[in-house]
């Protein structure tokens, strides 16, 4: 059950300068009686069976200031500050008995400033901001290896830390020609996130030995050893990552031909909070085009298109092998748009 009241006001104190003011009050309670069964004939239960149970109750006020000065009718800077939300979970996937986890809410505050503009005689819009971030118990995804069988889990890092730049251009320096850039740069990292789940074949420090790196696998209990994510960036976030096209039409008799080539690049990442070296993906970009015809006051589009035109290969998702268990062996999620794929489309309005 979710409950909330919230509102929005602005003041303008001068013709130029205005502040924006808002608030919400958020009300979540959260229950739930889990159970999963063995299927007939199957070799084994996955895990717990059940039943799981769990409550959990969280409110909280959240809002943002904003203040927005107009230097001229075509360019704005604003500074914000802001406190948010997000509500409290319950893991299916427990580590203690019959008693769910709770996954506290998530809560960051934010700053930023920012340009909004247009440009070079209204042909050119030019946006600009930076911002810092900081998520208190941040809902991470971690693959849990210290219960069995291993599987993705929700849990809370204590803390993560989040800056950067990002930059958005969209001009048309011609009548019938349109580009586009937008670029962002991003420092993320764990800067609270203690006692997760080491990697397959990471050394482990036997019982009782002080750590001397937060890197280190130490072991805590006969059975179960842990080392920090602080320091690590988030999973899947590239600190570099841009958007860059160009749209051309051109016009003969009263046929309208359009052609588009985009191209997508993002930095390298990591998938696993505990730095673990196997789950990395490297940097790699992706050229998209396509070519359409059609009558400027026609019922249908005729379309030649090609998605990642250079055949690049590159996966969504990358984890350790939960069935092998053994130092190594990392199973992939496939995306499909690591694929070629050439094309013709048929658009027809009725």
């Not at 717990?48 to 009718?73: A, W």
């Not at 800077?77 to 299916?92: E, F, I, S």
């Not at 986890?101 to 005689?121: K, N, Q």
């Amino acid at each position: 059950k979710s409950a909330a009241v919230f509102g929005q006001g602005s003041y303008s104190f001068t013709d130029k300068l205005k502040v924006v003011v808002g608030a919400r009050y958020t009300s979540d309670e959260l229950s739930m009686n889990f159970h999963r069964f063995q299927a007939p004939g199957t070799i084994a239960a996955f895990g717990f069976t059940g039943p799981l149970l769990g409550d959990v109750k969280s409110d909280n006020l959240s809002g943002r200031v904003t203040l927005q000065y107009d230097f001229t009718p075509d360019v704005m800077v604003y500074g914000m500050a802001g406190r948010g939300y997000k509500g409290p979970g319950l893991n299916t996937l427990s580590t203690t008995g019959t008693t769910a986890d709770i996954v506290r809410p998530e809560i960051p505050t934010a700053f930023e400033l920012g340009l909004r503009s247009r440009i070079l005689g209204g042909s050119t819009f030019l946006n600009v901001s930076a911002f810092s971030t900081t998520y208190k118990d941040f809902q991470a995804q971690v693959f849990d290896q210290t219960i069995t069988p291993a599987t993705f889990r929700i849990t809370n890092a204590g803390e993560l830390k989040s800056r950067g730049v990002e930059l958005e251009i969209l001009s048309q320096p011609l009548p019938h020609t349109q580009v586009n850039l937008s670029a962002a740069y991003i420092d993320s990292e764990y800067s609270d996130f203690k006692n997760i789940s080491c990697y397959l074949g990471q050394p482990i420090l036997p019982l009782g030995t002080p750590r001397t790196s937060p890197r280190q696998c130490i072991t805590i209990t006969g059975t179960q050893a842990v080392t920090y994510g602080d320091g690590l960036p988030l999973t899947n976030q590239p600190k570099l990552s841009y958007n860059a096209g160009v749209q051309q039409d051109w016009y003969v008799s009263d046929m309208k031909i359009q052609g588009r080539l985009n191209w997508a690049w993002r930095d390298k990442v990591s998938f696993a909070p505990n730095g673990d070296p196997g789950a990395r993906q490297g940097a790699y970009g992706l050229l998209n085009g396509s070519l359409s015809i059609e009558p400027e006051a026609g019922p249908w589009r005729l379309s030649v298109f090609a998605k990642n035109l250079l055949d690049q290969d590159f996966v969504s998702y990358i984890f350790p092998s939960p069935v092998m268990g053994a130092p190594g062996v990392y199973e992939q999620f496939q995306s499909p748009d690591a694929e070629r794929l050439v094309g013709v489309a048929v658009d027809v309005k009725f």
